[in-house]
């Protein structure tokens, strides 16, 4: 009599998605059924914004649609129960190994340790394969070995590899049967509206990408007034599509080779952090942790302001406006704000970073962190002196009808055309209760300039 294969288990984390997906394949193919389980920190699930749980808890029903109803989400209040629990359920299950995606920021690698740890004892395997990337941290690298910290060159490097990952597909008739009861997450917090997510929503987002701004990317995607944007980095946050997915499908025409430049940063961005885990909150570049920065209660207030989109700055504060609004901002504003917390309010970029890990729901642990480092002039391509961004030019040159403005900051909704981004030079500019400025950009320029100079006498 033939035995029935034996189902193997596996372990979803930031790869919510069953198409072009390497260890959930490899699963399938192992032989036997799938039985498909995640794994939820209930005290980071708290933490997080409206918007973040709700974004999360509808990839996760997303993904328990497209699996028939059999995922296991289990809940748990630190990563050392999780994997005890997961090597109870796999001993219990009978299975040898347990599947998942192998994951290269400092967080993922201490949960995937404990867990592998925990299944051993048991005489479990993990088995990880796959990454989040196109091409996964660590593989590109100088001809000596050592790792890029430049774009560009990395860039071009990178290229070569990418072009020959290619889109994974599950085996048609693969079986996915229920590990255990599921403890399905609810939010405990409001989203400012319905959120929509999941694997075909992805698939979705990117037909219409291509049909509305793929073609024109490379000219509209800094304008944050416009929709130039794919709208997919919170999929890619999520796994809900891979970047494999994306890159097939690019051609070699002006607005493909940008997007695919895009792709090509985040990347970059989790390599450096895989070469440098400390980098989520400390100095890639350490000399900038010796530069002066405000602190105290007028820093706190400013900080406070900035925060809530009340700096009297109007392209500053339509972006953090949009980020409490949506959980999302325009790339090109993330880079405004940013300089202009860094560089105007002369606060450490840490403290930025920390909101946007709060409140976005495309976080994503590299690109948060040396993003914020880039705009600070202390990371990767670092040139400090010409990251002190204007952002009143800035407003008139990514917004230049002042449509972007007037439609998060409702106070200045009186004021037509590109003179919302001064309107302290009008009569009547103000009347709608719009704050003053905070600070004066070009007092506040001279002085970042300044302490940079410091920096570099002292380390002459």
């Known amino acids: 009599r033939r035995t029935r294969p034996m189902s193997a288990i596996f372990w979803f984390r930031r790869d919510l998605r069953l198409q072009d997906n390497e260890a959930l394949t490899k699963a399938a193919l192992s032989g036997g059924s799938v039985r498909a389980v995640y794994l939820l920190d209930s005290s980071h699930f708290e933490a997080l914004e409206g918007i973040r749980q709700h974004s999360l808890v509808e990839s996760l029903i997303a993904l328990n649609s497209s699996l028939n109803g059999t995922l296991t989400t289990l809940t748990h209040e630190s990563w050392s129960a999780a994997a005890q629990r997961l090597a109870l359920l796999a001993a219990e ?28 004892a048991v005489g479990v395997f993990l088995d990880l394969s796959g990454s989040n990337y196109a091409v996964a941290p ?103 599509i891979h970047p494999r997915t994306l890159l097939a499908q690019l051609g070699d025409s002006d607005g493909h080779n940008v997007f695919r430049k895009e792709i090509a940063w985040r990347e970059f961005y989790a390599d450096v952090l895989w070469h440098n885990p400390t980098t989520t909150t400390e100095y890639y570049d350490p000399k900038y942790s010796r530069m002066r920065y405000d602190t105290g209660s007028v820093a706190d207030e400013r900080l406070a302001a900035w925060q809530r989109g009340r700096t009297g700055f109007p392209m500053v504060d339509a972006g953090m406006r949009q980020l409490l609004a949506t959980g999302w901002m325009h ?57 002190v961004f204007n952002p ?60 940079l100079a410091e920096l570099k006498d002292a380390s002459a």
């Open 392 to 451: 009143i030019t800035q407003g008139l040159k990514f917004d230049p009808s002042g449509d972007y403005v007037r439609r998060f900051v409702p106070e200045l909704g009186h004021i037509e055309g590109a003179a919302v981004h001064e309107p302290w030079l009008l009569l009547n500019g103000m009347s709608g209760g719009y704050v003053e400025p905070i600070v004066d950009h070009a007092t506040e320029r001279g002085e970042a300039l300044a302490r």
């Open 93 to 120: 299950a009978g299975v040898s190994r347990v599947f998942a995606t192998r994951a290269f920021d400092p967080q993922g690698v201490a949960e995937q340790n404990a867990v592998g740890l925990a299944l051993k």
């Open 138 to 240: 660590g593989v590109v690298a100088k001809p000596d070995g050592s790792p890029y910290r430049v774009y560009t060159p990395f860039f071009k490097a990178w290229c070569e590899p990418s072009a020959y990952a290619r889109p994974i597909a599950l085996p048609v008739g693969t079986r996915f049967e229920r590990l255990a009861p599921s403890e399905v997450p609810q939010p405990s917090k409001p989203a400012p509206f319905r959120v929509v997510a999941g694997e075909a929503f992805a698939l979705r987002t990117f037909e219409r990408f291509k049909a509305r701004a793929l073609s024109g990317y490379h000219e509209l995607r800094d304008r944050a007034d416009l929709s130039g944007t794919s709208h997919l980095s919170h999929a890619l946050a999520f796994g809900e």
């Open 331 to 387: 790339n090109r504003v993330r880079m405004i704000v940013a300089s202009f917390l860094v560089k105007d309010l002369h606060i450490e970029w840490q403290h930025g970073a920390a909101w946007f890990e709060r409140h976005l729901s495309d976080f994503d642990p590299a690109s948060n962190a040396h993003g914020w480092q880039w705009t600070a002039g202390c990371g990767t391509d670092a040139s400090p002196y010409f990251r």
